[in-house]
């Protein structure tokens, strides 16, 4: 089952666009605008609104370079819920692909 959720994180829409199980091990897609970046590439740490996510040497970048990851821009994040809460990024992209 697939659903759509929208989130407001201070003054700003987290998008869950699709959320096929929200618990651990769950595939969601998300998209909101980054914050909170640390780390370095290809581990990256940061923020979707409330959503930590950290990307690994296994997320695919796509129309983007991980190292054009930075904080204000809008992403388009699909990944897998661990039991932390935080999103293990598969693919990322710019929110206008």
């Known amino acids: 089952m697939q659903r759509r959720l929208g989130i407001d994180v201070a003054n700003r829409s987290l998008k869950r666009k699709r959320c096929a199980n929200p618990g651990p091990g769950g595939i969601i897609e998300i998209e909101g605008d980054v914050s909170s970046l640390s780390g370095g590439c290809p581990a990256l740490t940061f923020r979707l609104g409330s959503q930590v996510v950290r990307t690994t040497s296994s997320t695919t970048f796509e129309h983007i370079k991980c190292s054009e990851v930075?904080?204000?821009?809008?992403?388009?994040?699909?990944?897998?819920?661990?039991?932390?809460?935080?999103?293990?990024?598969t693919g990322v992209q710019p929110e206008y692909y």
Not at 70 to 89: C, F, H, P, W
């Open 70 to 89: 930075k904080n204000g821009i809008e992403l388009e994040v699909y990944g897998r819920m661990q039991v932390d809460r935080s999103l293990t990024a």
